[in-house]
């Protein structure tokens, strides 16, 4: 069983930079899908970025392409994402979430799909 550990969170001022890290135990997520999602106060949870583990492909949502970054470190069984040019709608909770994809599937961004989760990281970008 794969358990996921956020960090990295804080208060940032707009267009600053944080980078959020997911550290993954139990065992290897080796042919998992990690993805992030974020939810703010009163908002639905919505999907960031996945990357598939094994191969390194990747997709950002719409709101954050050209700004956040997702990426991996197989030494270190851990993902990151890289935002910079923070605004303040970015402010939420950040969450990781791990699962196998099923085979040959695109990335599944329906955040009730994933059986494993982090327990989020708070993220704050003040004006």
């Known amino acids: 069983q794969v358990q996921l550990v956020e960090s990295g969170g804080g208060l940032v001022q707009a267009g600053g930079s944080l980078r959020l890290s997911c550290a993954a135990s139990?065992?290897?997520?080796?042919?998992?899908?990690m993805v992030w999602f974020r939810q703010a106060p009163g908002k639905e949870r919505e999907f960031v970025a996945a990357i598939r583990w094994n191969s390194g492909s990747f997709r950002t949502a719409d709101s954050v392409k050209g700004r956040f970054t997702i990426s991996r470190d197989n030494a270190k069984n851990t993902v990151y994402l890289q935002m910079n040019s923070l605004k303040p709608e970015d402010t939420a909770a950040y969450y990781c979430?791990?699962?196998?994809?099923?085979?040959?599937?695109?990335?599944?961004?329906?955040?009730?799909?994933?059986?494993?989760w982090g327990q989020g990281t708070q993220v704050t970008v003040s004006s």
């Open positions: 979430a791990a699962r196998v994809p099923p085979p040959r599937s695109d990335f599944i961004r329906a955040p009730g799909w994933y059986e494993t």
């Open positions: 139990g065992r290897t997520v080796s042919g998992y899908d």
